[in-house]
């Protein structure tokens, strides 16, 4: 893993000012990939970045991942006050960070919740994956259904890969806790804890009543992006939606085919032969029709439905940035208005200062990260729909051909042809 | 079974063209048709050209709009190379004609299975629109189904000598005329009154019997196969069409997106044209569905000449049983005995015995009245056999002709699926190909 992408969220962070894991990392790469000393700025570090994204992308595709992760094997966990799925979570890895080189723990919904919640804590301009949601509003999905569990399962390994190939996610501290802490309740009650995360709430809402004075071009344009894309996302998931509707209730009317030929072919003579075969092509394309369908629902529509998450998650990425920015401007403010002590205010809005440039470089840094990601997952997703469609298609048409084939050979032909089969 | 192993990769042979259309598959029927060489085809071509829309006064003085179909008659000679086509003999007919004529066959020849005409309103429609009379589509769907009914009688081996289907296709203007003074509109109203009767025959011919069976099982069947396709055909609409919305979708989305824009704008436009396919697939489907359609109405004059061999069995029974009856009471009237209850019978007991005279013109009476008939009776038996004879030549013939249309039909169903298939393999690859640009 190259080391530019690093810094772009060193801790100034007013609350985890002592977590470890910024600072370790920090430590570990004091140089870059070409052997020149660390750049002091900031801003030039983010166009070193830039400029080496798309190789990173590739080094990072070519190396082998040392981090791999995978969620299995749910299974039902009853206490005396409630019953909830426990996951395993099995880690394999290379990383000198890890004391071993295999973990293997039972984790359920509720860590990963809290594992995200703190990841977005610690980096609020950073782009953590969405997780899948807590409840199904539509379909009135009973909670522990088969088909509600293992499509979570498949989230939350999506959800935790993610995470694992994302150069400054995948140190976090509290991400290795999860991967190997036997038991997670007690790493969850440390660390900042709700008053102080309430407090946070309140000073960005006081911020936010305040008001932006100006956010930098570039910012305009993402949230504007944001925006756009959020409504794009949720029209094509929409439309997915509809059309696996419709195919159903298209399946459900072809099946009525099937039997009505073959009471037909039960009174018919000459008839009967031909009309048993398209009884019997009716209901193989039916059965091409639920894969079809099948096939829709588990790979287009969870890929899809992730981006929707995304695109909220992006929505609290640019307000988070926002509040940074806020903040500082208030503070600055305040010193401008030469009311106060002076030497003091100035050291905090220096550091709030710091603050906002490194919010907007981890963004600007994670931004084209995620849209790569964004890219290649969705269309990954595209691909193997639109292959699925010509296959369904391609199975459907042999099908037929063979009818075909069947009606147009002749009766003795016919007749050697199923002496022979 | 020849039938396909699903999931059997090897390569099939080539399949016989499969890319027939739908017009190309219409004009085999057709040729088939023609192919049974009868006196008139061998002598002249016939279509239904065109269909035109006028308007008029009907019966009761009211301004109406109806439709007129075009018939040309061509000398079926071939032209030589080069030469051009004789202009056809033409005229008009609306499709209260083609009702007239059919009614004509009907009754005139009630031992044939007479071919129906398309139907008069659109039924089993899946899109409202084309169930108005006006439709377009409504109309040309008609114009085909008539062509196919005059083509059906010229191949029939009986009715395509009758005199009145000939001036059908030739008098324009004194056609109706010459219909009427067939008086074949007496028989309707008695033809119509038995085909309503209820009555039981003592001892029913057994293939008749399974003939109207048959008949029934294949209204049932073929109705609720229709239905079905109603309703398939909605869905599979709804299905196509939904896509259409990825086009719009992908194409504004595509306006924020800077290396996916290409990609999704083009995949849309793919979108667009998969969505936009499914109006012909549909159009080629009601195809099917006529055929269907004729034979859901051919099952009606099935079950007609079933019915009117029952009346005529039944009546051959009556006059069989009032002859024996006849006969038992001139045994009793001879011998003195009396074995069956009479009122002559009783009143002699009660009144006294009748005179030597009296007796003998009774006997003498009956005697006429039992010559009667047996005359009756063997007419009445040769009808039978004859209706019999020539029904079951028809039904035979008629057997022949369904299997092979149908069997048809099905044929030219699976190849319309295998165009629908190919369509699909183009547009979904046509779009891989732009996801992968993505």
Known sequence: MSGQTVHADFSGHMLDLDEDEDLEVFSKNTSLADGSPMPNSPSSMVNQYRLEEEEEQEQQDANARDLFVSVDNPESHVTAIETFIMYRVVTKTTRSEFDSSEFEVRRRYQDFLWLRSRLEENHPTLIVHPLPEKFVMKGMVERFNDDFIETRRKALHRFLNKISVHPILSYSQHFKVFLTAEELMSHRKQGPGFLSRMGETVRAVANSVRGLRSRPEEFTLMQEYVDDFSNKICSVDKVTQRIIKEQREYLDELKQYSPTYSQWAGSEEELAEPLRGVASCVERCGLETEEQIQHLSEVLVPALHEYVLCAETLKAVMRRRDNIQVEFEAKNEALASRRVDQEALQDEVDVLADRVELANNALKGDWSRWQNSMRTDLKSAFLSTAEKNVEYYEQCLAVWESFLLSQRAEPSEQNAGEDAS | ?438
């Open chain 2, 1 to 438: 079974m020849m039938m396909a192993d699903s999931g059997s990769n090897e390569e099939v042979a080539v399949i016989v063209n499969t890319d027939i259309t739908s017009t190309e598959s219409e004009n085999n029927l057709i040729n088939t048709m023609v192919e049974r060489g009868t006196a008139l085809l061998r002598k002249m071509e016939i279509n239904v050209a065109e269909a035109e829309k006028r308007t008029g006064k009907n019966t009761v003085n009211m301004q109406e709009t109806y439709t007129v179909y075009l018939i040309e008659i061509r000398p079926a000679e071939t032209v030589p190379e080069g030469g051009t086509p004789a202009t056809p003999d033409t005229l008009w007919r609306r499709y209260s004609e083609f009702e007239l004529l059919r009614t004509y066959l009907l009754v005139t020849y009630p031992y044939i299975i007479i071919p129906p005409l398309p139907e008069k309103r659109a039924e089993f429609v899946w899109h409202k629109l084309a169930a108005d009379n006006l439709d377009p589509d409504f109309v040309e769907r008609r114009r085909v189904g008539l062509e196919n009914f005059l083509l059906r009688v010229a191949s029939h081996p009986v009715l395509s000598n009758d005199k009145i289907f000939f001036l059908f296709l030739t008098e324009e203007k004194g056609w109706r005329e010459a219909v009427l003074e067939t008086g074949f509109q007496d028989k309707v109203d008695s033809r119509l009154k038995s085909l309503s009767a209820m009555f039981r025959v003592k001892n029913p011919d057994k293939r008749f019997t399974a003939l109207k069976h048959y008949s029934d099982e294949l209204n049932t069947v073929i109705s609720q196969l229709l239905r079905v396709r109603v309703k398939v055909a909605d869905r599979l609409y709804g299905v196509y069409k939904v896509h259409g919305n990825y086009g719009r979708v992908f194409s504004e989305w595509s306006a924020i997106e800077k290396e996916m824009g290409d990609g999704l704008q083009s995949a849309g436009h793919h979108m667009d044209t998969y969505a936009a396919s499914i109006d012909d697939i549909l159009e080629e489907e009601e195809h099917y569905a006529d055929q269907l359609k004729e034979y859901l109405f051919y099952t009606d004059a099935v079950r007609s000449v079933c019915r009117k061999h029952e009346l005529i069995q039944y009546e051959l029974e009556m006059v069989a049983q009032d002859l024996v009856h006849k006969k038992q009471q001139k045994e009793e009237l001879a011998t003195g005995t009396v074995r069956i209850f009479s009122l002559k019978g009783m009143t002699s007991k009660l009144f006294g015995q009748e005179s030597q005279e009296q007796r003998e013109s009774r006997l003498a009476a009956l005697e006429q009245s039992i010559q009667e008939g047996e005359e009756i009776l063997k007419e009445k038996n040769t009808e039978c056999g004859e209706f019999v004879q020539t029904a079951w030549e028809d039904i035979e013939r008629f057997k022949e002709q369904k299997d092979k249309d149908l069997r048809e039909a099905l044929i030219s169903y699976a190849i319309m699926q295998i165009s629908m298939c190919k369509k699909g393999i183009q547009v979904w690859s046509n779009a891989k190909e732009c996801f992968n640009k993505i």
